[in-house]
């Protein structure tokens, strides 16, 4: 997409009443505004791809999983591929708005908000695969531990059921986090809004007033509701992790599996940051917002994480090695040498090569450069867990069983349709919430001016 | 849950007796329809039994059908009949589906001039066949396969009360050439019995007698007898292979030799003039004209017959004196792939071999010639000139489907548009019948009466154990019937009741109920006769055979020992089933060595064109180690443009052809006898370019030394040194010594408690333990892994029992096929380098090389499953009976166990199977103690629970609290040839499955029992049965890994 | 399931109405009948003659008149009362196309559950009585009996040597596999999961919900209510007892 030039976009601000009203407010909620022709072309984008995997799915339902390319013995397929993507990228929002807050690195402001919006979203998306994958989706609410007079019950000690449980907690807590960040905001946004919005944003903002004692309240929430999330940024994709970590899945039954999904999805989760916020900024101009040091930041973090990352694809094929356990050497050999030898490279590049580049400030703060890569990373992203999951039970202990699985169309559009899910969602909230936390970012200008301290 | 539901039976009870036809609505049953009349020997809800006869093949084996509500849902061996003592081979399993086949003929049909189709009652039928005969005089022709006794001799009477003509037995895998090579050496114009029971030494010249031979369940029976591993005897047994391909029996030899194709008959000489000399060393004198077996074997020296067949004259030299040693020797004649032009003489020299070592008369004997006309090819061609000259104006077609058997050559085809009336009898569409001018559909065994006489001595029942279920007529009644149209005087000279009467008639010197209950009348001492060698042997001319075309391969047309002659073609159970050797399913396939792959440059699934100076056929490439460079194989039964099944029209395209059919590519010649020969061709074979994936079913047979379908060495065995002891390598199952302590080895330890010595390590747990204390049960199995042929009975059955659907071609080309049990074929040790060298699948076998290791896998119901904590749902768990329990409608579909079960024997319902899977009338055939699962569930093996819970009810009915040992079957045990099957409760110190693991305690072990799974059931390892044969590929790569990731 | 209960009724319910009406029919011509004769009540049928008669008894002042032919002691007024109950519309319970009356049968008379349902101790399934059994007594009853509707459909099937097709009542999904010989053996009686069948004209599911904990509703037939049975009497509660 190519975003409108500056003037235009400009051109697009209605002079506003108040005057006196600061910069940081009017700049930012002027995101809000409007809509140009390439916005709602890309919502509809976002939507059309969303039906067109809705209509796939219901034929899915009907017809029965095998439309997808499920082939004995492979049978989880791009769906829970996908499944774990989404649960990856949701990790960055969490992150940031908790684990930063608490460590109070400043420069978080400009993003949080952003950030955590994609981690509602991603939950969501991701959500959305545990119903696809299964084969009766109209029975499976069997998965739910309910009371029943049939006096069955769930078993607690299926990773699956972990997975149900994690993913909704995970779920619940962002979404709070996502509300109560927004609250002052929505206050600033209703003062100045008319027609419905003013009917939206007065109820949603719960009546704030800016006063000391809700400012208190506020902080003191923000604070615990982190002390809360903390935690659960490692531990849900621990538990994904687990889905396969618990099996005996040559390639999967590995105990570094846990801290090696929590850092791919950091790492992801940033990638996916970048990959939306670059185009965000540009088109709305928010430079002086979201400024290049931001963005060295989070390159700081990929850079980070793709080296765990990094570390642990060695690890895994050292250990293979060391084990001496057959099927396991055969396993990862048949990943880097095998039928599906291009997605383990894919995955091996991006995830671990191409970040190393962010060693050089110059690669940190090119932009252009930053979106590509980040680009990059969420393929390889994708492509880690496609190598994890198919590789490791395409060859299994049995050889007679080894079999080969390709995707199948319906499986892709599907797949698509979650992006498009995601990005509806996402565009969708840049023109109902204020995409920055205003307040926060004010709260950065007055230190500013009080220490001096600049960006 | 399910549309075509075990109430299905219930629904139609009415139907027994109501005759109305039940259509198979998709709403659930709502009506409960009982009998009008209900016949006292049915309780609806429990199985009737009745014993008859086989009609798939001309073998004979007695059958009990097992039916529920008049309705035959099972087949199983008849345990009296001495032919197949109660096994079946997976063509008798499957052929319960002739009579629920959806392209059966509704009523009989006339094809008109233009080809439209019209239907006809019988009457109208009659009437129109007699008419034809009427006009016709004795221009009539009766072409047909071998059938029973009583309806061939009222064919031959009702052909003369009509007015005479001509009766022509026409069987594609007729052994005239084994009967006229009889009359050769003994003088008697009779087909050879040959009894394996207890041999010591056994050589097959190529019949490959476990899987297409003459007689192969019971083949399969004798022999795995005989090599009992428990007897020394049983282990000192040999057994023998000639013949250029790795075949099911060449895979159960102990030692395999290949020679030129045609020259198993100068072998056989060879070594019979080896053992002749040994024979009158010891002061011995075979039976019969000396002179005339001196002077046939002079010429035959070890030396010359090496150079002539390419065997080393030390093999003939040391098999040779070794039979002449023997106790029990015997030697088979070779089978349809290897009747060559010199067929006669091949398989004279074999018996001659029987003759020189003391075979005749123990294991080999000679029936009395068998009154009756036998099947001639020689008639054939003499019928087809009549045919081409006009001689025949009505043509009556029976069991037999020329236009597809005949080679084009033979110009069959041709002649059959001269005769007037074509009349055809098939009860389901064949190329033939679609000719017909007139077809009257013939029921199908389960419906019709009959009866076999396959030896002396041994007379077996056909009985109707359903009504007809379409407008159908046996063929005896509609013979009799054309007869009496025909007009009393014709019909005076034949009998006046219905077929059952002349049934009835012919056994009327015995008591006939105690026979139909019985199943016929069996008496081991059948006349046999054991003449010795006559002069009459020095008529034939020993020497290779001639072949047609210039190509530089030899065309190899092997029988498939699931389709047979292509009649097993449109049965879907057998079209889905893997071939035992390739483990391909529902096409057709070239095999050639892997050399000449490479010469050729073409890799698995490549299009050969494979051109002979009769046809050209194009089928996708399957190189293979074990088959001569010079040969091309193509296996008999594809290629139909007829049939659901048996063509492609069910992947969409109406008529296309499924598969090549090689017999399409054969010269009509005979050998000296007017034998058919089929190995006459030379073809010239060349790369097309193309490509077709092939839906093989195997991934590899490389089982990279884990600890999967294993094999001990005598020594080993003897030592009790087992190498695959818990507590060795992980995976190094074939590792010489135990250096590798895995940690996996030490897991499984911990749960067996401490123990030292082999003994203690191998039963590191007692699997006893994994049921509740309180249950008297946990169910466990003994699989043989010697005895297994890999003949895939135990496959078929387990279909049939459980309900299993077809997934057709395109579900096989995904792996999606749903067999609980599957047989996998493992050869050598296999070795572990990380990237295999050789392209294709099936890339470990040798010329020479017998080390192939056909492992059954089913659910292994673990003590420790892997599924069983994974399933979110508990939709499976662990019984009380120790089972892994499956429950279908608790399934959500996570298909998580699949995943982390190592043993991959669970198969998920990707569609509605059971709506696209069973086409009217099939869904009559279900067994309705079984719920037909629904699209999105997973299921596997449950040890035939079923069967259990019947079992559990019956003994508490007879006042006994468990069913005693072997009162439960499960459907694949039952049905094995070999016996290599054994399930029983663990829990009973006396039970067989104890006491056969027991017994063979040094060759116990558990697939990849290292992953602690505990499963329930024990492999026993395949024995090598000569020190350092057969281990072939243990030296083509080191156990240990070469390369490391 | 309901969908398919509704559609299934359907007929059911068709046929019902016509039944009414008949009934109705019926009444008011005898009414009718009874006007243009003065206060002389006239029977059209045996049944109608042993209802006047029995009217007659408990009031002297009504004159009843009942012809010859309708003179006769069978069909009993019992057996009258229980045919008519057996095709009553409204009283619960699907129509059946023989109006055959369990209480007659196994009330009345006293006929044992497994004369008719035989098989039912040594097979999973229930035997479902063939015609030929039916006919095995009816065909030494008096003519007469014909005036019943249901005794001539009888004979009318078994003239055409037709199966009747009776509407099932207990019904158990395709995926349960009940084993009815054990649940005999164990020595429960048919009425603890039939209900009792011998007091029922026109046959029924009797209701019998379990509560369970939480106030949930556990009906006939349903999981629950089978579990909690086996699990009182110590049954087998493995999965495998029912569902393979």
């Known amino acids: ?451 001096g301290e600049g960006h | 849950m399910s549309e075509f539901d075990r109430r299905e039976f219930l629904k139609i009870i009415g139907v027994g007796a109501g005759g109305a036809a039940a259509s198979a609505c998709s709403d659930p049953v709502e009506k409960l329809i009982p009998w009008v009349i209900q016949p006292e020997e049915i309780t609806p809800g429990l199985p009737v039994i009745y014993a008859s006869t086989c009609q798939e093949c001309t073998t004979g084996c007695g059958l009990h059908v097992r039916t529920r509500e008049a309705r035959p849902i099972k087949l199983e061996g008849n345990p009296e009949h001495p032919v197949n003592r109660g096994a079946l081979c997976a063509r008798g399993q499957a052929s319960i589906g002739r009579t629920y086949h959806p392209d059966r003929y509704r009523s009989p049909v006339e094809r008109g001039a233009d080809g439209s189709i019209s239907a006809l009652t019988w009457e109208e039928a009659t009437a129109k066949v007699a008419s034809a005969i009427k006009a016709a005089g004795s221009k009539v022709a009766v072409l047909g396969g071998q059938t029973g006794p009583t309806l061939s001799a009222l064919i031959d009477s009702w052909l003369d009360a009509v007015g005479g003509g001509t009766r022509v037995v026409y069987e594609p895998f007729a052994r005239e050439a084994l009967r006229e090579a009889s009359t050769a050496v003994f003088g008697v114009a009779s087909e050879p019995i040959f009894d394996l029971t207890d041999t010591d030494y056994v050589i097959d010249f190529g019949g490959d007698m476990l899987g297409t031979g003459a007689s192969p369940v019971e083949h399969s029976r004798q022999l795995m007898g005989a090599r009992d591993a428990r007897r020394e005897r049983g282990r000192a047994a040999r057994l ?178 001269k005769v007037g009336l074509v009349v055809s009898f098939a009860s389901m569409p064949d190329e033939t019948s679609e000719r017909a001018g007139l077809v009257l559909p013939d029921h199908t065994t389960l419906e019709t009466w009959g009866d076999a006489s396959p030896r002396p001595g041994v007379r077996s029942l056909v009985q109707p154990t359903i009504r007809p279920i379409f407008d159908t007529q046996s063929l005896g009644d509609s013979l009799l019937a054309i007869a009496r149209a025909l007009g009393q005087e014709r019909a005076a000279g034949l009998p006046s009741g219905s077929f059952r009467a002349v049934i009835e008639s012919a056994w009327s010197d015995t008591d006939f109920r105690a026979a139909l209950k019985r199943g016929g009348e069996f008496s081991e001492t059948g006349a046999s006769l054991a003449p010795g060698v006559s002069p009459g042997i020095a008529r034939l001319e020993f020497k290779e055979p001639t072949f047609e075309g210039d190509g530089s391969f030899v065309l190899l047309p092997v029988p498939s020992p699931l389709l047979t002659d292509g009649r097993g073609a449109n049965l879907p159970w057998l079209q889905e089933t893997p071939d035992p050797i390739t483990k391909i399913a529902w096409q057709s396939w070239a095999e050639v060595s892997e050399t000449a792959a490479a010469e050729l440059g073409v890799t698995p699934g490549d299009v050969l064109s494979i051109e002979t100076p009769y046809g050209e056929a194009k089928v996708p490439v399957w190189p293979r180690g074990g088959i001569r460079d010079d040969v091309v194989a193509l296996a008999i039964g594809q290629g139909h443009q007829v049939g659901r099944y048996a063509s492609a029209a069910q992947e969409g395209a109406e008529g296309r052809v499924r598969g090549a059919s090689v017999i399409s590519l054969l010269p009509s010649l005979t050998d000296e006898s007017g034998g058919r020969a089929w190995l006459a061709a030379k073809a010239r074979v060349t790369a097309t370019g193309s490509f077709q994936r092939l839906p093989f079913t195997q991934g590899t047979d490389n089982k990279r030394g884990r600890l999967l379908g294993e094999s001990i060495s005598l020594v080993a065995l003897a030592k009790g040194e087992s190498p695959w002891a818990p507590n060795q390598g992980a995976f190094m199952a074939a590792a010489p010594h135990g250096e590798e302590h895995g940690g996996n080895g030490d897991a499984s330890d911990d749960h067996g408690g401490g123990h030292e010595g082999p003994h203690e390590i191998r039963r590191a747990f007692d699997p006893s333990d994994d049921s509740e204390d309180g249950d008297p049960f946990r169910w466990g199995m003994t699989i043989d892994v010697d005895k297994c042929t890999g003949c895939s009975a135990c496959v078929v059955a387990c279909t049939v029992e459980n309900n299993i659907p077809m997934v057709g071609e395109e579900g096989v080309l995904r792996n999606r096929q749903m067999s609980w049990l599957r047989i996998e074929r493992f050869v050598g040790d296999g070795y572990q380098q990380l990237q295999t060298g050789r392209p294709g699948p099936q890339n470990h076998e040798a010329l020479g090389d017998t080390d192939v290791r056909n492992s059954p896998m089913l659910c292994q119901q673990c003590g420790a499953a892997p599924c069983e904590p994974v399933c979110p749902v508990f939709a499976t768990y662990h019984t009380p009976s120790g089972l892994n329990g499956m429950i279908y409608n608790r399934c959500i579909g996570t298909r998580y166990c699949s995943n982390n079960c190592p043993y991959k024997v669970r198969r998920f319902n990707w569609f509605d199977y059971q709506i696209t899977g069973w086409p009217e009338p099939m869904p009559l055939m279900l067994n309705p103690d079984v719920t037909v699962r629904g699209q999105g569930v997973m299921e596997k093996c449950t040890f035939c629970v079923q069967r259990m819970q019947a079992a559990r009810q019956d003994a508490k009915s007879a006042g006994r609290d468990v069913p005693e040992d072997g009162a439960i079957q499960t459907a694949c045990q039952q049905t094995c040839p070999s016996g290599a099957i054994v399930f029983g409760n663990l829990k009973d110190e006396k039970s067989r499955v104890n006491t056969v693991a027991e017994e063979n305690a040094g060759r116990a072990y558990r697939a990849l029992h290292v992953l602690n799974t505990r499963p329930a059931i024990q492999y026993l390892a395949k024995v090598k049965r000569e020190e350092g044969h057969g281990t072939g590929h243990a030296a083509a790569g080191p156990v240990r890994p070469e390369k490391s990731a | 399931m309901r969908s398919i209960h509704l559609t299934r009724s359907l007929p059911a319910f068709l046929s019902a109405l016509a039944a009414a009406g008949l009934l109705a029919w019926a009444i008011l011509g005898e009414s009718a009948s009874h006007a243009d004769v003065g206060s002389t009540l006239v029977a059209g049928s045996v049944c109608e003659a042993h209802e006047l008669k029995a009217l007659a008894a408990e009031d002297p002042h009504v004159s009843v008149e009942i012809p010859k032919e309708f003179d006769k002691s069978f069909p009993t007024r019992e057996a009258c009362l229980s045919h008519a109950a057996a095709e009553d519309p409204d009283s619960p319970g699907p129509l059946q196309p023989i109006q055959f009356s369990h209480k007659h049968h196994a009330g009345t008379y006293e006929i044992d559950c497994q004369y008719c349902h035989s098989g039912t101790d040594v097979s999973p399934a229930a035997g479902v009585p063939s015609v030929e059994l039916c006919m095995g007594c009816h065909n030494q009853f008096p003519k007469e009996y014909d005036q019943l509707e249901g005794i001539r459909t009888l004979k009318e099937h078994w003239e055409a040597k037709e199966p009747i097709q009776w509407e099932q009542i207990h019904r158990l999904p395709e995926h349960v596999q009940f084993q009815h010989r054990a649940h005999v053996r164990a020595g429960f009686d048919c009425q603890r999961c039939h209900g009792a069948v011998e007091t029922m004209d026109k046959v029924y599911l009797t209701e019998d919900t379990i509560w369970w904990p939480w106030g949930l509703p556990s009906k006939k037939l349903e999981m629950g209510w089978c579990i909690d049975c086996h699990r009182e009497n110590g049954a087998s509660q493995d999965c495998y007892a029912c569902h393979y």
């Open chain 2, 240 to 417: 023998v292979y000639v013949g250029p391909r790795l075949d099911e029996t060449a895979s159960a030899s102990d030692e395999w030799l290949a020679p030129k194709p045609g020259t198993e008959g100068l072998l056989a000489l060879g070594i019979a003039r080896v053992a002749y000399d040994a024979v009158r060393a010891s002061g011995r004198t075979p039976a019969g004209d000396v002179d005339a077996i001196e002077s046939v074997l002079k010429p035959f020296g070890p030396d010359s017959v090496a150079s002539r067949t390419g065997v080393p004259a030390e093999a003939i030299r040391r098999i040779g004196s070794a039979m002449a040693a023997a106790d029990r020797p015997v030697a088979l004649p070779p089978g349809v792939a290897l009747t060559s032009r010199r067929a006669t003489a091949t398989n004279a020299a074999v018996l001659l071999l029987d003759a020189v070592v003391g075979a005749v008369g123990r294991a080999v004997t000679i029936p009395p010639p068998s009154e009756g006309p036998v099947a001639s090819f020689r008639d054939v061609a003499k019928l087809i000139d009549a045919m081409r000259s006009g001689d025949v104006s009505v043509l009556l077609v029976h069991d037999t489907n020329p236009i597809y058997s005949l080679p084009p050559d033979s110009g069959f085809a041709e002649a059959l548009e």
């Open chain 1, 1 to 451: 997409m190519t975003p409108p030039p500056a003037e235009s976009v400009a051109a697009m601000i209605r002079p506003t009443p108040v005057t006196r009203d600061s910069k940081a407010n009017r700049d930012l909620l002027r995101v809000m505004e409007g809509g140009s022709l390439g916005y709602f072309a890309l919502v509809a984008l976002a939507v059309g791809a969303m039906l067109a995997a809705g209509g796939v799915w219901i034929w899915q339902v009907y017809e029965g999983l095998g439309i997808a390319g499920y082939a004995h013995p492979v049978f989880w397929g791009a769906y829970i591929v996908t499944f774990v993507f989404w649960v990856g990228i949701a990790h960055a929002g969490t992150l940031i708005s908790a684990i930063l807050y608490l460590f109070r690195a400043k420069w978080r402001n400009a993003i949080n908000r952003s950030a955590e919006a994609m981690t509602v979203f991603a939950v969501l998306t991701a959500a959305q695969f545990l119903g696809i994958h299964v084969g009766r989706i109209w029975k499976s609410y069997f998965i739910l531990p309910y009371p029943n007079q049939r006096a069955l019950w769930v078993n607690f000690k299926s990773p699956l059921l972990w997975d149900t449980f994690a993913i909704t907690t995970y779920a619940t807590i962002s979404i709070v986090f996502f509300y109560v960040g927004l609250v002052p905001d929505l206050a600033i946004a209703r003062d100045r809004a008319t027609g419905w919005r003013k009917v939206l944003y007065t109820i949603l903002s719960l009546g704030w007033q800016g006063t000391s004692k809700q400012w208190k309240a506020h902080n003191r929430t923000v604070l615990h509701l982190s002390g809360l999330a903390t935690p659960l940024v490692l531990s849900v994709h621990s538990v994904v992790s687990w889905d396969f970590a618990m099996s005996i899945v040559p390639g999967w039954h590995a105990t570094i599996f846990a801290p090696y999904f929590v850092a791919g999805a950091i790492f992801s989760g940033f990638a996916m940051v970048l990959t939306m916020m670059i185009p965000v900024r540009r088109i709305f101009a928010l430079e002086e917002y979201i400024t290049d040091y931001h963005f060295e930041n989070m390159s700081r973090f990929l850079l980070l994480t793709s080296i765990i990352v990094g570390y642990a694809y060695a690890a895994e094929y050292f250990i293979a090695w060391y084990s001496q356990v057959e099927p396991e050497q055969t396993s990862f050999w048949k990943r880097a040498f095998g039928p599906y030898w291009i997605s383990t490279w894919v995955m091996i590049l991006c995830n671990g090569v191409f970040p190393q580049l962010l060693w050089f400030k110059k690669l940190r703060t090119n932009v252009p450069f930053l979106f590509v890569l980040s680009m990059l990373i969420n393929v390889g992203m994708w492509f880690e867990r496609y190598v994890i999951i198919i590789t490791g039970l395409s060859r299994e202990y049995d050889p007679a069983v080894w079999g080969i699985y390709t995707p199948s169309w319906p499986e892709l559009v599907i797949v698509a349709g979650s992006f498009g899910f995601f990005c509806q969602f996402f565009l969708l909230f840049l023109k109902v919430f204020p995409v920055v936390a205003i307040a926060e970012v004010k709260e950065l200008e007055i230190h500013a001016k009080a220490h």
